[in-house]
């Protein structure tokens, strides 16, 4: 049993890319299984989602799995099931539009107007859900908090 304070990564670099998919779908019911017997985990962030959740892959939805997050640098290659029920796109770099335009080609929704470059300080934000306009967001640097003693 996991307590609340407690962390876990799970590293599938040792998995082929072609299991990853298969292996990953397995691991998404035992989580969402801890999930809903113990209320944890809050928190999915899937890195590289394009190798986890690929198109083609014969998956069931996330069936409006809240706190979960996707990265990738290739979101037209995740399947549509569940780039489907992304809420929200979150962008960096150079071409922040890049991954809007993927994920409305492949949706056939319109994509927000193309976004000019970021500053390293910005991220660029299509909140889906509410069928809003992309807006950028300034990100404010961390600020290193006072230690504590133990």
Aim: hydrophobic share 40%.
């Amino acid at each position: 049993m996991l307590l609340p304070e407690q962390n876990v990564v799970i590293c599938l670099l040792s998995v082929s890319l072609e299991e990853r998919p298969l292996f990953f779908c397995n691991l998404w019911e035992a989580i969402i299984n801890l999930r809903n017997d113990d209320g944890h985990t809050h928190w999915i962030i899937a890195d590289e989602a394009h190798h986890l959740l690929p198109q083609g892959i014969a998956t069931a939805s996330f069936n409006g799995a809240n706190n979960f997050i996707l990265t990738s640098s290739a979101p037209d290659k995740i399947s549509l099931n569940i780039l489907s029920e992304i809420g929200m796109i979150i962008t960096v770099g150079d071409n922040p539009s890049y991954p809007f335009e993927q994920f409305a080609k492949v949706l056939e929704v319109d994509a927000p107007e193309k976004m000019s470059v970021l500053q390293k300080s910005q991220c660029c934000v299509w909140h889906i859900e509410k069928n809003q306009s992309s807006y950028v967001v300034e990100i404010n640097k961390p600020t290193p908090s006072v230690s504590r003693k133990m």
